[in-house]
């Protein structure tokens, strides 16, 4: 091989190269661990011998009525929450994508809750939501209306939830949807008012058909932060109560160190896993863009 076909192998494999620490560390701390947790989903506890016992963990939860609560709440969770956040960023793309004087002020306002962690974002609310002495019931009380639980109460709690992780998440999803309406053309638009279309049908028949591959990355995304959510369950219900925000991420930790069983809660992490990758499979086929620009 000569010299330059030496050199082009070389520029060839940079990329590569270049590439291989990333691949190694994500092989290490995402895919080996999924590896790891399949596996052990199929083994007896290590106090039983940590024998191979094929599906008796998977048919210990489908007999379990405490997984089908989870199971039913994690559904539930995910079809309210990730259609809210997506609405809500989506309107806030729009505003903050209006050309007005301040409006680089605006964005950085809703921006803000994203640079807070979940942790913070977890306790602070949690202060907020308190029964007794919370923020949210103090504003309540000025309007003359009656203290709410919130999280201490099995209807309100898993919708408390649902407003702590929306405040946190709304701005990070709008960052990618401002990014895909400022990638429309505006040639688009201008041609759209000489047709002589309204914002209405400019909305729903270029911003949206336009915007779908952004719309797409962000409800796969969304959608799968949502069902891997574990901070607030942790820290402000436990599962609680009664079993209405136990979704299925804490009741994998609840089996892994709770009730120290650690194969039963690789087998709910796994159908976790699957449950997800179905979904977010079947959202990529359903909000595939028709066309490209």
Known sequence: MGRVGKGVLFQRTI???????CLVFLFCFKFLPIIISFRESF?????????FIGLSNYLDLFT???????????????????????????????????????????????FFPVAVSMTITTVL??????PQSGLLNAILKVFMIPEQ???????????????????????????????GLENIPQEV??????????????????????????????????????????????LLTRGGPTGSTNLLMFEAYSNAFVYANVNRAAAVTSILLIIAAII??????????????
Request: glycine share 4%.
């Open 189 to 234: 638009y201008e041609a759209s008012v000489i047709d002589g279309a309204n914002r209405i049908q400019t909305f729903f028949r270029i911003t949206l058909p336009l915007l779908k591959r952004a719309i797409t990355f962000v409800v796969v995304a969304d959608t799968v932060i949502n069902f891997l959510l574990f901070a607030p369950i942790y």
């Open 280 to 293: 977010a499979v079947m959202e990529f086929k359903i909000f595939k863009p028709e066309f490209e620009y």
């Open 125 to 130: 609310w949690g202060l907020m939501l308190n």
């Open 15 to 21: 990329p590569y190269i270049l590439l291989a620490p």
């Open 64 to 110: 379990d009525p405490t997984f089908w609560n989870s199971l039913k709440v994690t559904f539930l969770f995910n079809l309210i929450i990730t259609p809210f956040q997506i609405t809500i960023s989506l309107i806030l793309a729009l505003l903050v994508n209006l050309k007005l004087r301040g409006i680089g002020l605006f964005r950085s306002v809703f």
């Open 43 to 51: 083994l007896s506890p290590l106090y039983l011998g940590h024998g």
């Open 149 to 179: 639980p919130f999280l201490s109460s099995p209807n309100q709690a898993l919708f408390s939830i649902i407003i702590l992780c929306s405040w946190k998440g709304v701005g990070y999803w709008m960052i990618f949807l401002l990014a």
